[in-house]
């Protein structure tokens, strides 16, 4: 049974970068699935970030595309969220997310707040 | 993309049935057959409850069924109990721009 965790800061200043990376245990992230993020401001609905396929290949919101990178990290059995200028708007449960194809998502983390404040 | 639109909150007795729109546009739910349904209980992560618009999830009671006609998806809760009563949300396929969800339904067992 795959299992999700996120980990990073719970606090990040505003116009700073906010970094998550989540952990994935009972799968290996190189042999297939694709790996992402999605949010969820405070008693508001939900919001796809992005994703990275096992190969590589990344997709991102176009309303976040200039500010968000997602990536693999092979030797770690983990992927990554770096979301750069971030503001108050930001503020959010990150979940990170997995995908075995056909735009559906079959697995998420607990999630964690991120709150954006100086 | 905007935001598939649902009803901000729906409704039933249990036993009964209820079902909840998700409205997109051809580009996203009416132009592929990948809606998603999703279950959020309070505080809890997202369930994936019916995926490709109605093939049920493991382990989702067969009270739970998904449609889809043109732009507007549609999930049905039949015989409604009181565990369905959570936040649910849609999401689809949109184009090369990845996902977009819908706006939300909380669901609310009288």
């Known amino acids: 049974q795959v299992q999700l965790h996120e980990s990073g800061p719970g606090l990040v200043k505003p116009s700073g970068t906010l970094s998550l990376n989540c952990a994935v245990s009972g799968d290996s992230i190189s042999r297939g699935n694709c790996w992402g993020w999605v949010r969820q401001p405070p008693g508001k609905g939900l919001e796809w970030i992005g994703d990275v396929c096992y190969t590589g290949a990344t997709t991102y919101n176009p309303s976040l595309k200039s500010r968000v990178t997602i990536s693999l990290d092979r030797s770690k059995n983990q992927f990554s969220l770096t979301l750069t200028s971030v503001t108050a708007a930001d503020t959010s449960i990150y979940y990170c997310?997995?995908?075995?194809?056909?735009?559906?998502?079959?697995?998420w983390g607990q999630g964690t707040l991120v709150t954006v404040s100086s | 993309q905007p935001a598939l639109t649902q009803p901000p909150s729906a409704s039933g007795s249990p036993g009964q049935s209820v079902t909840i729109s998700c409205t997109g546009t051809s580009s996203d739910v009416g132009g592929y057959n990948y809606v998603s349904w999703y279950q959020q209980h309070p505080d809890k992560a997202p369930k994936l409850v019916i995926s490709?618009?109605?093939k049920r999830s493991s382990g989702v009671p067969d009270r739970f069924s998904g449609s889809k006609s043109g732009n507007t998806a549609s999930l049905t809760v039949s015989g409604l109990q009181a565990e369905d009563e959570a936040d649910y949300y849609c999401s689809s396929r949109a184009g090369s721009n990845g996902y977009v969800f819908g706006t939300g339904t909380k669901l609310t067992v009288l």
């Open positions: 997310a997995k995908s075995p194809g056909w735009y559906k998502i079959d697995c």
């Open positions: 490709e618009v109605d």
